[in-house]
């Protein structure tokens, strides 16, 4: 991928259809997004529907234009199947027309399945990779700690481990910019005989690794600074994110029965949103699918205006530091590696 | 097991020598105990060591009495390997007087590992079982629905996870007082076919269970009252027991930084301290081992003389409600069912 010049807009075409509050939401999200980044604006959706929400949000002498796409694919379908049949879904548009170059990233909060797998069909894999995945920082009091896979890449082979945490140091060290990160693989004891199978074939291979490799990390790890990237089965990434913003909406409203006798509302309600972020990083900000050839910016699904926005911004950076190359440079030397070893 | 009258106070036995603060707290823990339960208690650890802590805290007339042990087996030991070679440590001179009748139950909170191997060697598996396991509610958001396995018991099969599920059931039946509790499979989706290989493996085994079984349950589903007991691997269970606990710590210095400018030191400590004990349920009460032929319960190595005195009154709890007894005829029937399928 070329990188644009600096001073050059980044061209982001936005899945206006994806998400629990589409387009309304998104529409005002990349129009707020024109406000606050160096970007032009590609909307992907049902004509009419984008068109009518634009108008609303005065998008007058603005770098935004609409790109007409046919239905969306949803969270209950089956991502493959929905891809096939539905070949102008606004997912499969947008990823076209990144794939085309007439886009510097993509960015979506619909479907997590279906963005995955019109990805990895239209854009295609980076090379020794057999699955997308996707990481970044999901806690807001553990911010510069990298969790991957939270894609629920489930069943993983030990290498693919050793992969996931190579793109997660990459992002660790230019989108975080901490130098030499520190790789540790998460399991139930630090030591090396500590795991399940998955984790005991995986260690040797991370330690063979030129990752810089810190053993196992346990539960409470995310909070001591043992490891800047931790690395997991997308189902127990899974399963965490979904704990975390579960407990978070749970602490709401415990917070707010115990502060209430005791702080004015205002102060209440500050309080507990800003807690609230805490637990819900990434739906404020987004993260990037790691693996896919192109920059694929996913969100949560409830993502509201300042959800889209933050993605948004997270695009521009991802493309601006030209994240992709450095992750195909890095895949490419642990699969050298492994090779070397064979 | 005979369950004791009521009225007769129950039998404990305490490995004193167990556990971050022992015999101190330990000791501490027990004469506290014994003034608010109907308790007899047996020390079992280094006389001299044990009997200096209970000269500390005035046990004249008390029903507490020391059995000497000579050595302890550490969280960094291999139990196995720990157990053949300490032959007279604290948890096996406990678990063996659990044993042979002179007492009713055996609190812990020394190494799990080793608690849990000693139960097994000394005491044996109930009918049908191939490894213990450890469940109850570790969230005090979330105070009724019971996680289990929390034991580390990695690659579990199957049919192992349907008799966790069974174990859980029981207990959130008789000491949560839950009719007919809702028994959920944790994944990464609700639907049947999401999960790992694990999951849905286990998927119809346990919808031909006799178990109230009410599908895949995810990660925010310990705050959604979807289901009372919730079922999962030990990998993943370590993993979000000490990620929650970690959290919690993590939570105190960010809502203290939060609240000392708006409220009195008084008041943000008290907040503060009772929002550390909804994410460390564990620590202040303890939890049975489920399906080892005797009532062992186990605490938090970090507990304090208030742990140790709550994991005593859960083990009063565990022995009155007969507990055992109704774990090894639902384990019972749970094969019972399974044998007449095969």
Redesign the interface.
Known sequence: MQQPAAGTPIRIVLDAMGGDYAPRETVKGAVEALGQHDVEITLVGDQAAVEAELARNDPEGLPIKVVPSTGKIGDDEHPIHALRQKRDASIVVATKLLKSGQADALVTVGSTGAAMASAVMVLGLMEGLDRPCIGGPF?G??PRTVLVDIG?N??CRPSLLVSFGALGAVFAKYFLGIENPRVGL????AEEAK???Q?QESFPLFQQSHLNFVGNV???????DRADVIV?????G??????????G???AP??HK??SQ??PPQ?VIK?IS??WQ?TNLPRTMGGPLFGVNGAVILGHGSSKADGICGAIGTAVQYVRLGLMDSMRAELESVHRQRELKV
Do not use: P
Not at 238 to 247: D, M, Q, R, S, V
């Open positions: 806690l009091l553990a629920s489930v069943d998460l399991s139930v004891g795991g399940n199978r984790v346990e539960g409470m790890d995310f909070f001591t997991c089965d997308g189902f127990v899974n399963i965490l994110i979904k704990f975390t913003e579960g407990l909406s749970a602490l415990y917070l115990q502060l005791l702080l102060d309080i800003e807690l805490t």
